[in-house]
């Protein structure tokens, strides 16, 4: 079956941490990989996306991800958090060839201490 | 440029109303997906509309459930009949004609409590 797995469900970190938040699929074939995150009151936005080339993938606000084909991993790092960061994080899957629907996982919701 | 719009943004229903859910897509997209959110769970995709055609309809449920997206005006979730167990946030996305594949812009959700 398809599924996206998001292995912490909360995470509180203080201010300069390190942040790794983990994202493992289950999907036949090749797939698009995407992070969501959801600020207090506001609307899902685009982290950061793979779909083809550099495993390592930067996104917005210094936000970066690795795709590990042989690990069906695709974690979420960022070398300093920032209070700023404090949201909820969605890992997304689609496969390559079909119509592009995104199946999420549950969520992780990240503290930032100040 | 417009970001996707949903409205309303939250709607009360009691048990056995119906819902009707809309949402504008982003200006120049002409694809459209329902994503629902329990409470506790991630999002699950629901349906996936091109203009006046459903092209995967694999996530709603058989019954009580039926989204449209005419060739003018939003796009329409409709719940018939609402039961408790509806309630919960509903998000469309949209994206580009360039196809399914790309990546899909979100609005900021309607929650819809059932009474």
């Known amino acids: 079956a398809q599924s996206v797995s998001q292995h912490n469900h909360h995470v509180i970190l203080s201010e300069a941490a390190s942040l790794e938040l983990g994202c493992n699929y289950s999907?036949?074939?090749?797939?698009?990989l995407f992070w969501y995150v959801q600020y207090p009151g506001q609307h899902l936005q685009l982290l950061l996306k793979y779909f083809s080339g550099d495993p390592l993938v930067k996104g917005i606000k210094g936000f970066e991800a690795e795709f590990i084909k042989s690990k069906f991993s695709f974690n979420l790092r960022k070398p300093s958090v920032q209070w700023s960061d404090t949201a909820e994080y969605f890992c997304?899957?689609?496969?390559?060839?079909?119509?592009?629907?995104?199946?999420f996982g549950q969520g992780t919701t990240l503290q930032v201490k100040p | 440029n417009a970001g996707v719009m949903q409205n309303p943004r939250h709607l009360v229903r009691r048990r056995g109303q119906e819902a009707r859910l809309r949402c504008s897509p982003m200006k120049g997209h002409s694809h459209v997906y329902w994503y629902r959110q329990l409470p506790e769970e991630g999002l699950k995709f629901m349906v996936y509309l091109q203009k006046e055609n459903i092209i995967d309809e694999s996530g709603m449920p058989k019954e009580r459930f039926s989204a449209e997206f005419p060739k003018e005006g939003p796009s329409i979730l409709r719940i018939q009949q609402v039961v408790r167990g509806d309630s919960a946030a509903y998000f469309c996305?949209?994206?580009?004609?360039?196809?399914?594949?790309?990546?899909?812009?979100f609005g900021p959700g309607t929650r819809l409590t059932v009474l």
């Open positions: 997304a899957v689609s496969g390559s060839s079909n119509t592009g629907k995104l199946i």
């Open positions: 996305a949209s994206s580009p004609p360039t196809g399914g594949t790309d990546t899909q812009y």
């Open positions: 999907y036949g074939g090749t797939v698009n």
